[in-house]
Structures are given as structure tokens and as C-alpha cells.
């Protein structure tokens, strides 16, 4: 996908200039890579992929067909307002002006990225951080509490980015920006918990037929489609849905690693041979990886500390020289439904004496595993200085796991991984690598009427018990072998810690205890030389933790900051 760019500035052209670029088009907002859109007094530039255009066309009542999904959601937005933005489903980022205001709207999950940043009397607002990046007037850096987040989560899951003064649009939300540098906000979605008492067997019903919708309006007319295929439940329901619901070829596409790591291939494979897929098993050695590291990583406008963003990238490669042009997956099924990092959250809050109201997103923070307890001893006495004024991470959580739209705690914990983790690291992850490729990825578990429904099934019917998922699980069990629906989740295994004593080993050296990391005084380095010999953690984790710092240390590099 290309990038673009929209600027509101008394010269809109020569701030276009300013980063670079020429504009394809300069006409309200200056669209840098991207085809600009006009309609009733407004006009546009993003990026915008609808699942319902024709519902939306049909509502509008005069417009042709075979209209661009943008210039759609544009029409739509002059003529209804948010209510209609509301009504659209797909991925979306878009930048509106009148002339006067520049607006801004993200889709309701977050499937597609948008920042902005302000520098003298000139708003620009960009779906990648590159063209915000290479601005000359925008005298950004480094932003360290952006840095602490990303080491406590491995993505950063709110409005900061990791530069200083550019900051990432909310999903579900409608950003105005004003020329005397005020902005106003409005929300058109967010999930509400309105409890459904029903039967489980109703639920089940009810689920299916939307699971059956939000598949089938994602697939390409008159294509092939792939499909990411892990085994688990989530990407196998996916695969069962496309088998069952398109008119042409479903091709699947599985992975796996060479060494000793325990993989999920006979599951694929079993999944594949149910729904008759043609069906493609990808082997990553770790010499792949250590390759492709440095440009993955340079392809996410956030870091994302997740070991498998070059398989994904090689697996969205290996769909794109099949000639597939639309990959779905089965991302969005741990948090709509409920997954692994709930259930020791709900132990915690029957076990607690703590009356502390912050002692839950503490518990919340510390579920993660990644660096958040060894901040004090990774971070530089100086970075911890600059940071003892920052607001506390609880603060990007606390308010989903508060008093809100939710009432139940399942629901909250639901809630807090959708708005975080799914809006700034699956999704995120997930477009920009399918991109790249020159794919498109559709997450049918993260559609709208689906995550609704899913807040309206009783939480005792997402968590049966010690069995997650139920209600979904329910919903396909005709669909898919009882081994698969009935299977504990596992996840897959990734060799972290033998690529980092093998194929990355140098590479990792030179780059965390180098000059330029050195300079950059991020880190204490004789934490980060510990870890590298093995010491100061148990071993299973700090693989896990050198990733995400090894990730971040590329991504400054890539972004040169």
C-alpha cells in the first residue's frame, strides 16, 4: 500500500515540498502517493477498503456502482455525518477537509494506521510515520516514555509513538483538527456490554450466522484467497468458513521452523485435508530470519517485539507468487472471545487482599512477561531520570479496566485487549507485512457486528469453566474434527532463543553493544551483555526480553532517530 500524506497549512503545496515528495494531487488536503477524492464541498485522501459499500451506495441512493470505496466513505461522511462513518464496515483511514478543518477517521478496530503532528500553524496527518519523519519544520526525537511502553507490552498501545509530538489517531474515533492548533474528538464506536441472557445454544446460533457474514463479505469475488492456517482454533473456523462459502480455490499456507521447537503442522495439515484446501507448509530457518530482520522491522511504523514478523512477511510473499491477492487469518479470536492471559488475570482478582485500586493494571502490566520488572535494571540512570516525571503505564490501562462500558471483569479484560493489543500490535502488524507483499489481510474475527455480539454472550458462556472460547468453539463444532474444536490452545513455538545464539548471535551483538546504541545511552549495557551470556533471568524469558530490545534498537536505526 502507498503512502500518503495530508497537509492543512495556508501553503499546502510547499509543505508537501518540505517532505520531499511531490503530491499527486494538492486540492484541500495534499496527498502525497495516494489519489485524492471530492465530493460535496469536502475532500480526501486514505486508504480505505469497504466490506458493505454496496449497503452504503444503496443509502446514498445516487451514486454509481462501481464508485472507489473512498470516495464512498467520503460521501457517506458529507451526507450522514459520524452516524454514517458508524455504518461502514472495513478498513479505513482517511483525511477530510472542507477547507477549513482537517478530519480524521480511523475504522472501528484499527485495521489501518493514521498519525498527525503540528508543527507552527501546518497539521499533517499520514497513515505511516515516514512522510511525519522526513518533515523538516516537525523537530521530533526520540519520545522515552514511548520507550518504556514498548519494552512493558512490546507495542505501544495508545496515541504516543515512539517520536516525540506525533501521535497515532484512536480506532472508532473521529479527530478534528482546527487551524489555531485545537482538536476535538468523537467517538462513533465503541464496545458495550448489554448482556443477552440467553440460552447457550441461541448464542451459538446467533454467533455462527455472523462468523458466516463476516467471512464471506471478506472474500475476493472471482478469486483465489489464501488463508493463515496455525491450527488453532481461531485461523481453522476461518478456513472452514472460506471452504464453505466461496466459489473458488481456498489455498492455505502453515509454518514452520527448523530445529527441535515443537510445531502444530499435524494439526494444519489436518485442518487442510477437512476443508480440502491446497495447502502449502513454509519452513523458516533462522538464517532467513536473521536476513530479513533489519527490513521487517523497518516496515512497522511501531515496533512490534513479536518473533514472528518475518515468517508472516515470508508466509504474505509465498500467497503473493501464488497469485493470491486477499490472505485472511484468524487474528481477533483471543481478545473478542477470551484467550490465555485472562484466566491468570481472574485468579489474581479472587486471590488479591490488595485494596489498591491500581493493584489490577499492575497484575495487568506484569501478565505480560516482557521487560516491564526489569526496567529498573535495563534502562539508563539517565533515561530513568527523564522518566520519573512520565505519567505511570497504569494509566494506559486503568481506564478500560475501571468502571465503563463493562461491568463484568472478563468483559473489561476483553475490553482492554481489543482497544490495545488488537488496534496497535495484531492489526497493525498484520497490515503493514500483508502490504508489503502486495496482499491484503482480512481479520474476519475482528469485524463490528461480531465483536458486539460478542459482548452481549454472558462471560460465563466465553469462559466455561477453564475452557476459553467456549461460546465460539460452539458456534463451529460441525464445522471442524472434535481434535481441533476440543484442543487446548498452545500457540506457536518460536525458536527465539536458538536464533539468538545462532543465525542472529553477531548480529545482536554488534547492534545492542555497539557505538551507535552505546551513544544513544538507552540501555545499561552490562544488563544487556548479562543477558546475552545467559545470566540475570531465566533462560526461556530472556530470549523473549533481548527481542524486544533488539527489535527497538532496529527500528531506531531504520527510522533514524
Not at 244 to 267: M, W
Not at 295 to 317: F, Q, R, S
Not at 327 to 346: I, Q, R, Y
Not at 527 to 553: C, D, Y
Request: hydrophobic fraction near 40%; aromatic fraction near 6%; charged fraction near 20%.
Amino acid at each position: 500500500m502507498s503512502r500518503w500524506c495530508a497537509f492543512l497549512a495556508d501553503d499546502p503545496a510547499a509543505a508537501v515540498r518540505a517532505v520531499g515528495m511531490e503530491p499527486a494531487a494538492v486540492s484541500g488536503p495534499a496527498a502525497l502517493g495516494g489519489e485524492c477524492y471530492a465530493a460535496e464541498g469536502y475532500s480526501a485522501v486514505g486508504a480505505v477498503t469497504l466490506c458493505n459499500a454496496p449497503a452504503l451506495r444503496a443509502r446514498l441512493g445516487d451514486i454509481p456502482p462501481d464508485c472507489a470505496d473512498a470516495e464512498t466513505l467520503l460521501r457517506t461522511y458529507a451526507r450522514f455525518g459520524i452516524e454514517g462513518v458508524a455504518r461502514a464496515e472495513g478498513m479505513f483511514a482517511l483525511a477530510i477537509t472542507d477547507g477549513t478543518d482537517l478530519v480524521l477517521i480511523r475504522d472501528h478496530v484499527g485495521a489501518r494506521t493514521l498519525f498527525y503532528a503540528r508543527s507552527g500553524r501546518t497539521w499533517a496527518a499520514s497513515n505511516s510515520l515516514r512522510p511525519l519523519r522526513n518533515w523538516p519544520d516537525l523537530h521530533t526525537g526520540l519520545h522515552l516514555p514511548s520507550v518504556r511502553s514498548f519494552l512493558t507490552f512490546a507495542y505501544l498501545p495508545g496515541r504516543d509513538t515512539l517520536l516525540r509530538d506525533v501521535y497515532e489517531a484512536l480506532p472508532g474515533r473521529c479527530l478534528r483538527l482546527r487551524p489555531d492548533g485545537t482538536h476535538t474528538e468523537q467517538i462513533f464506536w465503541e464496545p458495550t456490554e448489554i448482556l443477552d441472557d440467553r440460552p447457550a445454544d441461541e448464542h451459538a446460533l446467533g454467533l455462527r450466522a455472523l462468523l458466516e457474514q463476516a467471512t464471506t463479505r471478506r472474500l475476493p469475488a472471482g478469486e483465489p484467497v489464501g488463508v493463515l492456517l496455525s491450527g488453532g482454533i481461531d485461523s481453522s473456523l476461518v478456513t472452514a468458513l472460506a471452504a464453505k462459502n466461496h466459489d473458488q480455490t481456498v489455498r492455505s499456507y502453515s509454518i514452520a521452523f527448523t530445529g527441535t521447537t515443537p510445531n502444530e503442522l499435524a494439526y494444519s495439515g489436518l485442518v487442510a485435508a477437512h476443508c480440502h484446501t491446497e495447502h502449502r507448509v513454509l519452513t523458516v530457518p533462522g538464517e532467513s530470519v536473521a536476513a530479513r530482520l533489519a527490513e521487517t522491522v523497518g516496515l512497522l511504523d511501531c515496533p512490534v517485539g513479536d518473533p514472528l514478523t518475518v515468517p508472516n512477511l515470508l508466509l504474505a510473499e509465498a500467497a503473493a507468487a501464488d497469485g493470491v491477492r486477499v490472505v485472511l487469518n484468524g487474528e481477533g479470536g483471543d481478545p473478542v472471545f477470551g484467550g490465555p492471559k485472562n484466566l491468570p488475570m481472574l485468579i489474581f482478582e479472587l486471590s488479591r487482599d490488595d485494596p489498591d485500586p491500581h493493584a489490577r493494571a499492575l497484575a495487568y502490566l506484569d501478565s505480560y512477561r516482557k521487560c516491564y520488572a526489569d526496567l529498573p535494571v535495563l534502562l539508563s540512570p539517565d533515561v530513568l531520570a527523564a522518566l520519573d516525571t512520565a505519567a505511570p503505564l497504569t494509566d494506559l490501562i486503568a481506564p478500560y479496566l475501571g468502571p465503563g462500558n463493562m461491568t463484568s471483569l472478563l468483559n473489561r479484560l476483553l475490553h482492554t485487549n481489543l482497544r490495545t493489543k488488537g488496534a496497535h500490535h495484531i492489526l497493525t502488524k498484520v497490515e503493514r507485512l500483508t502490504a508489503a507483499a502486495g496482499v491484503q489481510g482480512r481479520s474476519p474475527l475482528f469485524d463490528r457486528d461480531v465483536i458486539d455480539y460478542a459482548f452481549r454472550v454472558p462471560p460465563r458462556q466465553k469462559l466455561a469453566g477453564a475452557t476459553e472460547k467456549w461460546i465460539l468453539k460452539q458456534a463451529v463444532r460441525d464445522l471442524l474434527p472434535t481434535t481441533i474444536v476440543d484442543r487446548p490452545k498452545s500457540g506457536m513455538r518460536v525458536p527465539v532463543q536458538q536464533w539468538l545464539s545462532g543465525p542472529l548471535r553477531d548480529l545482536g551483538h554488534d547492534l545492542l553493544l555497539g557505538r551507535s546504541a552505546r551513544a544513544r545511552g538507552l540501555f545499561r549495557t552490562d544488563t544487556v551483555r548479562a543477558w546475552m551470556r545467559g545470566e540475570g533471568a531465566l533462560l526461556p524469558r530472556q530470549g523473549g526480553k533481548l527481542w524486544l530490545v533488539l527489535s527497538l534498537e532496529l527500528w531506531l536505526r531504520a527510522f533514524e532517530v
